[in-house]
C-alpha cells in the first residue's frame, strides 16, 4: 500500500516573468508558500520531504505570462479553510506578478469542509420550485428603518419571489428588530398567497456576533442567513456552516477584488465553506466580469466534487433586469437564481408586488418553456 501524498493540493498561479528565469521564480513561489525562508537553512529533512511546497507543471502562456503549479502540504493547513487560503496565496498576494488563478484540493481533505450543505436541491425544495430557476430580490437601501425594510419584503414575497435577503451593506445595530420585522412580513404574505418566501438576513460583526444573529433568526423561524466570507474571515463562514449545517447560507463577493485571485478559485472557496448559493455579477452589468469568467464561476460553483461535496447555486446579480432573464438562462441554465435589487425598486410602492410577479412570471415561463 503505497503512502499518501502530502502534496496532492495544488495551488495554480499565473505568474509574469521571462522564460529564463520563471522555473527560480516558480521556485520561489513554493518556498514562500510553505517554509518562508531559504531552502539552504533547512537542515530538518522531514521539513525538507514533508512541509516544502513542490513545483509541478510550468506552461508558456505567451507575453511573458506563465501557469504555475505548485504541491502544497497538507500538514500546513489541515482542515482550516482560513489557513489554506493562507498557503494558497498569503505571502505571495503581496508580489503584484503572481495571480491565484485556480487550486485543487486534494480530495482526501473535503470531507473536513461543510460542503454537504443544502446545495442547490434544497435550495430549490424550500423554494416549493423544481423545475425552473430560482428568483432572489435584494432589499434596500441601508439606513431604511426596520419597518420600511418589512414592507418590501412583504411587497416582493406576494409577487411571489423565492427568496429576499438583505443588502450586504445593511449591518447596523437592529438586527433583531428588522429580522423579527421582516420574517413577519413574509409569514403575513404567506397567509395570503400560501406559499412562503425565505428571508434571507445578513450577518455581519465578530464571530460571537454572527452566532448571536443565527440563535436570533432561528427564533423567528428562519432558515437562511447571507455572510461575506472575505469580511468575515473563511474560518469564521466554515465554522458557521458547521454548526449550522440545517440552514441555508447565501455567500456575497464583497471585497472579492481586493487580492489578485481569480473569481472562478474564490467562488471555489466559498462553495468549500459551505455556500448553497454564490453571489456574484454578471457580465454586462455594474461591474467587468468576462462571459468566460461567468461561465468558469458557474462551473466552479456546480462542477463535480468527490466525497457527495454538495454544489452551490450560481446567483447572477450586479445590476440585472427582468429583462434579461431569457438571456442569462439560456447562458446558466435552470440550476440558477436570478437576483435582482434596485432595478424592481425603481417602480413606485404601489408597483413592487405586480413587479415581483412579472419578474417571477418571465423565470417561470423560461422553465415552462423548456
Known amino acids: 500500500m503505497s503512502a499518501p501524498d502530502l502534496h496532492a493540493t495544488v495551488a495554480v498561479y ?77 505571502n505571495s498576494s503581496l508580489q503584484d506578478d503572481v495571480e491565484l488563478l485556480d487550486f485543487r484540493l486534494d480530495p482526501e481533505l473535503l470531507g473536513g469542509y461543510p460542503g454537504r450543505g443544502q446545495g442547490i436541491a434544497g435550495l430549490r425544495a424550500r423554494a416549493g420550485a423544481f423545475n425552473r430557476a430560482l428568483a432572489c430580490v435584494a432589499i434596500k437601501p441601508q439606513g431604511l428603518p426596520p419597518a420600511g425594510l418589512a414592507k ?5 414575497a406576494l409577487g411571489g419571489v423565492d427568496y429576499i435577503k438583505d443588502d450586504h451593506g445593511i449591518a447596523d445595530g437592529s438586527f ?63 465554522a458557521l456552516a458547521q454548526e449550522n449545517p440545517d440552514l441555508a447560507f447565501f455567500a456575497h463577493p464583497t471585497m472579492g477584488g481586493a487580492a489578485r485571485i481569480a473569481p472562478p478559485a474564490l467562488m471555489k472557496l466559498f462553495r468549500l465553506v459551505g455556500a448553497d448559493a454564490a453571489i456574484f455579477p454578471h457580465f454586462g452589468g455594474r461591474f467587468g466580469y468576462s462571459l468566460e469568467t461567468c461561465r468558469a464561476i458557474a462551473e466552479a460553483l456546480r462542477g463535480p466534487w468527490p466525497h457527495n461535496f454538495s454544489d452551490a447555486i450560481p446567483t447572477p446579480a450586479g445590476g440585472m433586469t427582468p429583462a434579461r432573464v431569457q438571456e442569462m438562462l439560456d447562458f446558466y441554465g435552470r440550476d440558477t437564481m436570478l437576483l435582482v435589487g434596485g432595478v424592481l425598486l425603481r417602480a413606485p410602492p404601489e408597483r413592487l408586488t405586480a413587479e415581483a410577479a412579472a419578474f417571477v412570471r418571465a423565470v417561470a415561463e423560461y422553465g415552462a418553456a423548456q
Open 176 to 238: 433583531n428588530e428588522r429580522v423579527s420585522a421582516c420574517a413577519q412580513a413574509a409569514l403575513r404574505a404567506a397567509d395570503r398567497t400560501g406559499r412562503l418566501t425565505h428571508y434571507v438576513p445578513n450577518l455581519s460583526g465578530s464571530f460571537p456576533v454572527m452566532r448571536d444573529q443565527i440563535a436570533r433568526l432561528r427564533d423567528a423561524g428562519l432558515r437562511a442567513a447571507m455572510v461575506a466570507p472575505v469580511i468575515a474571515g473563511l474560518s469564521n463562514a466554515q
Open 14 to 90: 499565473r505568474v509574469k516573468s521571462d522564460a529564463a528565469s520563471i522555473e527560480a521564480r516558480a521556485q520561489g513561489i513554493a518556498i514562500e508558500q510553505s517554509i518562508e525562508m531559504p531552502l539552504e537553512a533547512v537542515r530538518d529533512e522531514t521539513v525538507r520531504r514533508d512541509i516544502v511546497a513542490r513545483v509541478g507543471a510550468i506552461r508558456d502562456l505567451g507575453e511573458g505570462r506563465f501557469e504555475v503549479e505548485i504541491g502544497l502540504s497538507h500538514l500546513t493547513f489541515s482542515n482550516d479553510a482560513g489557513q489554506l487560503l493562507n498557503m494558497l496565496y498569503g
Open 152 to 156: 418590501l419584503v412583504e411587497a416582493f
